[in-house]
């Protein structure tokens, strides 16, 4: 994947009404827990570039051979990968709903780190951050990534795969606010995780119009990505999507916008423009 422009004004963005909902499902919270020790907060605005005397003894992992992030950052750098993922991704959800509804926090989980966070688990019990995290927990209204989940995506499959990733968990966010009901049951569960990939799927629209993407590595990145995470048909009481399903979901979102994303819960549009 290739950086962004520098921003520009551009036109207002368009902020829609806010509704109060409960967190996602798998993650529902009933009391918000500080995590200690807190993980890194990783600011959209650390993505801009790295003051002048620090480029000389980190510009293999600042600059990356001709703009493409491919292969270019190592697993220590897995922070400054993450600032370029948030400077992608970032644009098209605060055109659409506003910076102020951007998710509270930013995340990054060092290999060393874990902790409570603000969300339950499935189990009933605290749901926890570590390493291998790559999640969106609504009780706080912010994504954690792991430094080793982040550095598998992107050196087993590709560098625009943690982007789709991160685009899915920062749909679970657009899901939270707008007031999509939480899934009660795995059916319910998988509806949610599949409007989350075609919101993803919005968002690789929105990259490629962009020019953000690389072709055809990137493409490749996101089919293989799908294969690795998506979940059997036979598998028992399974809450996310087949590869069929979640391939679909993305080509959805990709083919038809945030506007087609309504159609897996209709009745609580997630996007009116």
């Known amino acids: 994947m290739t950086p962004p422009p520098p921003p520009s004004s551009g036109a207002p963005a368009v902020t829609p009404t806010v509704k109060p909902t409960d967190v996602m499902p798998s993650t529902a919270a009933t009391v918000v827990v500080t995590p200690t020790p807190e993980p890194t907060n990783t600011k959209i605005a650390a993505a801009a570039p790295a003051p002048a005397q620090e480029l000389a003894a980190n510009q293999p992992q600042v600059f990356c051979p001709g703009g493409s992030h491919e292969g270019c950052h190592n697993y220590a750098d897995m922070p400054t990968y993450l600032t370029h993922i948030l400077a992608l991704i970032s644009p098209m959800f605060d055109e659409l709903y506003g910076a102020a509804n951007r998710p509270s926090n930013f995340y990054y989980i060092a290999a060393d780190q874990a902790g409570p966070t603000a969300c339950h688990a499935s ?118 999507g087949t590869l069929q399903e979640r391939s679909d979901s993305i080509d959805y979102g990709y083919n038809y916008g945030l506007r087609g994303c309504n159609q897996y819960f209709p009745a609580t549009p997630i996007y009116n423009g």
Not at 162 to 187: C, K, L, R
Not at 218 to 236: C, F, K, M, N
């Open 123 to 240: 189990d009933g019990n605290i749901a926890a951050y570590d390493h291998l995290s790559y999640m969106y927990c609504g009780g706080d209204q912010a994504i954690y990534t792991g430094q080793d989940s982040l550095w598998l995506l992107y050196s087993e499959i590709g560098d625009a795969a943690p982007a789709v990733g991160y685009a899915h968990e920062w749909g679970h966010h657009i899901q939270n606010i707008m007031g999509v009901p939480p899934g009660s049951t795995p059916q319910e569960s998988i509806q949610l995780e599949n409007q989350a990939d075609c919101i993803a799927g919005a968002w690789v629209y929105f990259a490629q119009q962009s020019g953000f993407l690389e072709y055809p590595n990137d493409l490749g990145d996101i089919q293989r990505l799908l294969t690795t995470i998506a979940s059997s048909e036979s598998e028992v009481n399974r809450d996310h």
